[in-house]
Each structure stands twice: as C-alpha cells, then as structure tokens.
C-alpha cells in the first residue's frame, strides 16, 4: 500500500514538472512607431491642429493576461505661431486576450507630460508639466514568430494652464483649451 501511494504522488507530481516546462515562458514586448495626437495644446475652438510623432514602450512579462507597461511618446508641431514640442512618460497596465495570430488589448497608463516653455497662443508662457492619463486599446497582428504589426487608439487626458504675467507667474485656463485628446498609434513590436 505505501508503494503505491508513493507512486501515485510521484507521478502527480511529475505530471505537474511536465506541464509547468510545457508552457512557453512570458515575453517582453518592445514597441516602436508613428503616434498622431488630436489637437494641439493650444489648440482653441476654430483653431485646432493636430500633432505628429513617435511612440515607444516596454511591457514585461505577463501575469494572468496582465503585464506592466512603461509608455513614451513626444508630439511635435505649430499652432497659433506657437511650436509644441511634448514628452510624456507614462506607466500602467495591459491585459491581453489572445486569438491565434492576432492580440487584443486594453490599457490604461499614468504618468507625466512636458511641453516647451511658450506653446501658448503668439508663443505666450505656460505651464510645462501637467499629470497625464491614457485609457485604450489595439491589436497586434503576427508577422513572424517574434515580431507584430500593432495598431492602437486612446483617450489621453492632460490639464495644461497658461502662466500670467511676472512677478506673479499665477496659472490660469482660458475657455476652450484642450483636456482631452485622440491618440492613435502604429508601429511594429518585437517579442522575446
């Protein structure tokens, strides 16, 4: 009897070996690609101007379809004779669903964005930090075993302020500037 209960616990415990080795290991995603935000951050009613750029990101490996994602993206252009020159740096989360060839994903991410010191309106001063948040999704299609055409979209939030005149340096919102933007993004991601 105890050989045989020993046995039995010797092959649960093999078969759990086995399979625990059958599952391939979690990857690291690294994304590169063209990003288009909405509007600038200036950009008034009657005066709105989208932004072009790049979008760059790593996502470690995952856990239950989720993995932790750092996110950086800069936007550049002109609006109102004001350049835009953007950086955000953002980390969050992704859960992903898997359908043979294809991903697809949502995330949502938090962090940080910067602007250059006069993107107001006739290049007039402005706040040069703000929170940012970043609610979306994609899809990534295969292309090879370890690279992905990826196609994304979101929601990104930011609360940019014009600053007053010297010596008060006082923030203040004018009606109609921008919170909220469209991003969408594409590019290619390589699995490993």
């Known amino acids: 009897m105890p050989f045989r209960l020993f046995s039995l616990i010797a092959l649960l415990c093999l078969s759990a070996a086995l399979h625990a080795q059958s599952e391939g290991p979690a990857h690291y995603q690294i ?8 509007n600038s951050f200036n950009g008034v009613p009657g005066s709105r101007q989208p932004l072009n750029g790049w979008d760059a990101a790593v996502a470690f490996p995952s856990w239950h379809r989720v993995r932790f994602k750092v996110d950086v993206a800069s936007y550049r252009g002109t609006n109102l004779g004001a350049p835009q020159h953007a950086v955000s740096i953002m980390g969050g989360v992704q859960y992903t669903w898997q359908f043979k060839r294809e991903s697809v994903f ?10 250059n010191k006069n993107w107001g309106a006739a290049q007039a001063p402005g706040g040069t930090a703000s929170f940012s948040t970043l609610a979306g999704g994609g899809l990534d299609s295969r292309l090879a075993r ?20 010297a010596p008060s340096l006082v923030p203040y919102r004018i009606a109609g500037l921008p919170t909220n933007f469209g991003r969408i993004s594409t590019g290619i991601v390589w699995q490993f």
Not at 106 to 115: F, K, N
Not at 146 to 165: E, K, T, Y
């Open 31 to 38: 994304y590169g690609g063209y990003a288009f935000l909405s």
């Open 106 to 115: 949502v995330e949502g991410l938090g962090g940080d964005i910067g602007l």
């Open 146 to 165: 370890h690279v992905a055409f990826r196609v994304s979209g979101g929601f990104q939030w930011s609360n940019f302020a014009l600053i007053g005149p």
